[in-house]
């Protein structure tokens, strides 16, 4: 509720990776939250920075999504993004 109350909508929660937080760090904290992960070379403004990795977004359009990471290939992920690359993760 506290976002809700702040900017007036629940953002999209993303985790940009940086420096100091590799990307298969932010890939393996994503996969705690799903099975799914769609990264993104670039999100367009607006957006909030929520905390040091961590982005908010009103409206978040998979369709400008450079990889997809999932745990479950069976998904048909593939067929609905056929021509972006699709990364199978095993379960830890």
Do not use: K
Request: glycine share 6%; proline share 9%.
């Amino acid at each position: 509720m506290h976002l809700l109350e702040q900017f007036g909508i629940e953002p999209v929660h993303l985790l940009e990776d940086g420096p100091d937080y590799p990307a298969e760090r932010c890939i393996a904290e994503c996969l705690a939250f799903g099975d799914t992960v769609f990264a993104f070379d670039n999100i367009s403004h607006p957006y909030w920075q929520l905390s040091c990795h961590e982005i908010g977004v009103e409206v978040l359009d998979l369709r400008t999504c450079r990889r997809i990471f999932t745990r479950n290939p069976g998904v048909q992920t593939g067929d609905l993004f056929p021509v972006v690359p699709l990364v199978s993760i095993q379960s830890p």
